[in-house]
């Protein structure tokens, strides 16, 4: 069943739908955390995914004035762009150490190098389609399940240290989500229709948002119990100092988010230490950098996180 007299089967269409209204609210409250690294790897996979989704539903249609063989070499490319940014997603999202190398070479190599001489050069000048497809898509198709048994081998070693019951259920997830994408290029080659190609490929997602989401509300319940022991136990001003040795500070740097957690502004304290407000922010992000911090409040919540943590 196809919407609006295009090409876009109405599955596709509701998926496309779920996600740019996701995109806006996420982007929303990234730009409020803006160097969350997790956020953002996570968002650039939802844009890949919406750009997926409305190609390879629109494209091809001779309703379109641009020439098909165009509109095939960019449907077939987000195809082939989104397949080889998800185990550098996975790679990083999810410390996946093993998947390195396939993450920044085997995927060049062995995924977008195929598209570039099939889909992009060879197929400019015959237009042939199906002959593109069946030579196009072979080293792809075997390459999908070496990666395949890469990740599930990455997975596996990153977890054996944590293979516990809180983290039990996100490693099958994690499994799950591998599933339905390391399909897509089986799906491909052997043209199975968009509707299941975009159930393979957004099932994988759902599963990924759910073990995204699960992630950061588990996170912000944790603050919320660290925030409330602050709260009630109170912070000795000593295991703070302490904690900014621990990080490297620098002695300026100690002066800084000293003032910062005593309420002063970055104006106020650039004042009183007679420096400039961008030497204050500058030092501000290199604190958070050693912190792996996203903002100032998260500076001052880790420092007095590992206060509440040397006090345990």
């Not at 844009?47 to 309703?63: A, E, R, S, V």
């Not at 409040?297 to 007095?304: Q, T």
Request: proline share 3%; with cysteine; glycine share 4%.
């Amino acid at each position: 069943m196809l919407v609006f007299g295009s090409e876009m089967h109405v599955v596709t269409f509701v998926f496309v739908v779920l996600e740019f209204l996701m995109l806006i609210f996420l982007l929303a409250g990234y730009l409020n955390r803006i160097q969350d690294k997790q956020r953002r790897l996570y968002l650039l996979l939802l844009t890949l995914l919406l750009f997926y989704n409305i190609t390879g539903g629109l494209l091809p249609d001779p309703k379109i004035p641009i020439p098909i063989f165009i509109q095939n070499i960019i449907a077939y490319g987000s195809g082939f762009l989104m397949a080889s940014y998800f185990p550098y997603y996975f790679y990083k999202a999810f410390d996946l150490k093993l998947l390195r190398f396939h993450a920044l070479y085997g995927v060049p190599m062995f995924l977008l190098l195929p598209y570039l001489v099939f889909f992009v050069i060879s197929y400019s000048f015959d237009h042939d389609l199906a002959s593109t497809i069946q030579h196009g898509i072979i080293i792809p198709f075997f390459y999908a399940f070496v990666l395949l048994c890469a990740i599930f081998r990455a997975i596996r070693v990153a977890y054996k240290k944590q293979r516990m019951k809180k983290y039990y259920w996100e490693e099958r997830l994690v499994y799950a989500a591998v599933i339905p994408w390391g399909a897509l290029s089986i799906i491909s080659y052997f043209d199975l229709g968009q509707m299941v190609e975009a159930l393979s490929t957004n099932i994988g997602f759902v599963i990924v948002t759910i073990i995204f989401i699960s992630k950061f509300i588990q996170e912000d319940r944790e603050d919320i119990s660290k925030l409330h022991d602050i709260s009630v136990n109170g912070i000795r001003p000593e295991l703070f100092q302490e904690n900014c040795i621990n990080f490297g500070f620098t002695t300026r740097q100690i002066e800084i988010v000293s003032l910062l957690h005593e309420g002063y502004t970055v104006r106020e304290i650039a004042d009183r230490l007679h420096i400039a407000d961008r030497t204050v922010t500058t030092h501000l992000h290199n604190m958070m950098g050693k912190t792996t911090t996203h903002s100032r409040l998260d500076l001052l919540r880790k420092l007095e996180f590992w206060v509440l943590e040397d006090k345990k």
